[in-house]
């Protein structure tokens, strides 16, 4: 009698555990980016992987004006030059946005500074033109602007839009080989874009490659 009680309690267990179903639960790495500003990172991070080779770059390189043909559009007027071959930014005044690819003499470097620039001319008239930042620190959000897909409806608020823009410029300063010694003097190419409210203002670029000479 014992021994079928023991044999009805063991089919039983066995029964139980049969019935019962395993459910995997996942680690921090399966859950999606919070909302809030707590999951920006993450969300930029996703973005930039997205975007950063498989779209920016090429917008960029397909698009760019030499610097003499942007001269010769900015003639024209920024508002005519912004529409056939920039894209303005979001918001009421806001700067148009170009790519440039060209090649200059560097009449001036300061590279001794986290803001590193390089002074450059374009026309050859012994006089810069525009102003190469290598950074890491990066003034504006040109990159940015200039793209077509990346629309600040489609961000939390502004705060994440500009934490977009900075990574962006640590991005492109990043990939970017500084300089050794001084190179004033030399000839310097580059792709990049810039940003201008006036035809007239000095062209800051922020560039997404510089090659110097040797």
């Not at 920039?86 to 009449?107: C, D, L, M, P, Q």
């Amino acid at each position: 009698m014992k021994q079928l009680a023991l044999t009805a309690a063991c089919v039983a267990a066995v029964l139980s555990l049969s019935a019962c179903k395993i459910v995997k639960t996942g680690g921090d790495t399966d859950k999606a980016p919070a909302a809030d500003a707590s999951g920006d990172d993450a969300r930029i991070a996703a973005l930039m992987t997205e975007t950063w080779e498989p779209k920016l770059i090429p917008a960029i390189t397909e698009r760019a004006l030499t610097p003499a043909a942007l001269r010769t559009a900015l003639a024209g007027g920024l508002e005519a030059a912004g529409t056939a071959h920039g894209k303005a930014g979001s918001g009421v005044g806001a700067a148009w946005n170009f790519a440039i690819a060209g090649e200059g003499t560097v009449t001036a470097a300061k590279l001794d500074t986290r803001a590193r620039v390089l002074d450059v001319d374009t026309d050859g008239d012994g006089t810069a033109d525009l102003t190469l930042q290598l950074g890491p620190v990066v003034k504006g959000s040109a990159l940015r602007d200039f793209s077509p897909f990346y629309d600040f409806s489609g961000f939390r608020d502004q705060i994440e839009f500009a934490k977009l823009g900075r990574a962006l410029n640590d991005a492109a300063s990043a990939r970017l080989t500084v300089p050794e010694g001084d190179p004033t003097g030399k000839t310097v190419s580059f792709t990049g874009v810039l940003a201008l409210k006036s035809p007239t203002e000095t062209w800051l670029v922020t560039p997404i490659s510089v090659e110097v000479m040797p």
